[in-house]
């Protein structure tokens, strides 16, 4: 042992351990002023200076402490060997993030190490040396995350299981600009965006952030193949930072989704979910036993209304299209959301050419979708919605319709009271605007505003000329102006 001037010592740059808690540096300085270096650091003679092997940490807080010299053993070591060493010290000192564990043991693997033996030198069983590796896997960002104390590995572990998912689940390419980059990666990203702004993140949050996405990937391919491409199941708002509604259709185009892609774990999953969400749910139609037939038929190939095999079709990047064309008017609603416009403005020939001549609109369009996998990072189900997916579906076979289709476009209904509901909501809407003192609307607006509500309402879309076709039925009905004020007298009271 030997004192040596701290001016001729270096750090190592391959040193394991990157994070020094500065708080805490600060702490052994002042310990260093008053009593000194209690235990000396260890270097190698490296040209003309000496480069540390074990205890940086000892000899950072000597310079914040204003020492010129330092307790020093001085070995001759080579690379390999001095890093052994500093990786030794640091795990028996419990001083390493796993993150820098984890490059540690990657060094080693560099140098032909097997897992076994890594584990054998480093004093740890195969196990650990596994899953601290495994956490290379993820981006630098999670990792910075783990290395700063923001999470520890078992959030780690349970955002890992998104990896799996996502390399099976989202394989196909619908849209015509592809990213480089991968569909767990762009999880990571939402993770990110999600947690970061949080002081404190349980494990039990990120096992249910994961669960809610895997979710949403297995649940919109079994609907959309069922035929509820223009369902609505993420809304827009501030705190998703979507634009505009994502319809399963959407979601499936975005992330890739097909059916053939799922499997036995695919749909036990779901079902487990189900039951958990639904569980206060159930009456004298809907029990347990319809979560699990419904995923039976999907197991099968089979269309739980239909009976028949199910057929995948691509999803459309309609609504893609229509969020740049939209953007690029730039109309906001009274919640300074994106106002959508209507499928019939657009003339999709002039977007097709557009989408091949102008390097800006595909750029837009590329923007836009990048935008809808990273920035929609919260999700949350109600158990309400899902349940209405069921409720449909029994509505459809009760009624004899043959899929979702038919049960959206289905033709005027011969029912008088449903036509006479529509007549009331149309007198409605006529008073209220004259009340406002707008001008008379037409028939054509009236659908229009119909068309939009119902939208809303339900997330469905209808081709207008179905709407209009409603709305012609109802005005043909033969009911007395008194008639129409008693019932919106009632309408009102109520």
């Given at each position: ?80 060997e001095a890093f052994h060493l ?156 979507l634009l505009a509604p994502l ?248």
């Amino acid at each position: 042992m030997t004192k040596i001037k701290i001016s001729e010592i270096i750090t190592n740059p391959n040193q394991p351990r990157e994070y020094f808690d500065e708080q805490a540096l600060m702490e052994l300085a002042q310990s260093i002023k008053v009593e000194g270096v209690m235990s000396p650091i260890m270097v190698r003679p490296l040209d003309d200076k000496y480069e540390i092997v074990q205890g940086e940490r000892r000899f950072r807080a000597a310079q914040l402490a204003g020492l010129t010299e330092i307790p020093s053993i001085v070995r001759e070591l080579d690379e390999q060997e001095a890093f052994h060493l500093s990786v030794i010290e640091n795990i028996q000192r419990e001083q390493m993030t796993p993150i820098e564990e984890a490059r540690a043991f990657l060094w080693y693997s560099m140098r032909g190490y097997t897992q076994e033996e890594i584990a054998e030198k480093v004093k740890k069983t195969r196990d650990y040396v596994a899953s601290k590796m495994r956490l290379l896997e993820l981006s630098e960002g999670v990792q910075h995350m783990i290395a700063c104390g923001k999470i520890k590995e078992g959030h780690a572990k349970q955002l890992l299981r998104l990896r799996a998912v996502t390399k099976r689940l989202c394989t196909e390419t619908y849209v015509p600009i592809q990213f480089r980059q991968d569909m767990f990666e762009t999880f990571q990203d939402k993770f990110i965006r999600h947690f970061s702004p949080e002081d404190k993140i349980s494990v039990k949050d990120v096992e249910v952030w994961v669960d809610d996405w895997y979710y949403l990937l297995v649940f919109s391919t079994v609907r959309y193949v069922e035929g509820y491409d223009s369902a609505v199941v993420c809304e827009a708002s501030h705190e998703s930072k979507l634009l505009a509604p994502l319809a399963l259709g959407d979601i499936c185009l975005i992330y890739g989704l097909h059916i053939n892609n799922l499997d036995e774990k695919d749909y036990e999953f779901a079902v487990k979910y189900e039951e958990s969400l639904l569980k206060h749910s159930y009456d004298r139609t809907f029990r347990k036993w319809s979560i699990e037939k419904y995923y039976d038929a999907i197991r099968f190939g089979e269309n739980p209304i239909t009976n028949q095999p199910l057929e995948w079709q691509k999803p459309s990047a309609q609504r893609v299209f229509t969020v740049v064309l939209s953007a690029e008017k730039g109309e906001r609603d009274d919640n300074d959301f994106l106002k959508l416009m209507e499928l019939h403005e657009i003339e999709w020939s002039k977007v097709a050419d557009r989408f091949e001549q102008e390097s800006d609109f595909r750029e837009s369009f590329a923007a836009l979708l990048y935008n809808l996998r990273v920035n929609h990072s919260r999700l949350k189900f109600e158990a309400g919605a899902v349940k209405d997916f069921y409720e449909c579906d029994e509505f459809i076979v009760s009624n004899g319709m043959t899929s979702v289709q038919e049960f959206l476009y289905r033709p005027i209904p011969d029912s008088r009271v449903g036509l006479e509901k529509l007549r009331l909501s149309v007198e409605q809407i006529k008073r209220v605007n004259s009340e406002r003192g707008g001008e008379e609307l037409s028939d054509y607006e009236i659908a229009k505003m119909l068309y939009i509500l119902f939208r809303e309402d339900t997330g469905k879309i209808v081709p207008m000329d179905v709407v209009t076709e409603h709305l012609t039925a109802a005005l043909a009905l033969d009911i007395s102006s008194d008639e129409i004020d008693r019932r919106l007298a009632e309408v009102e009271s109520a």
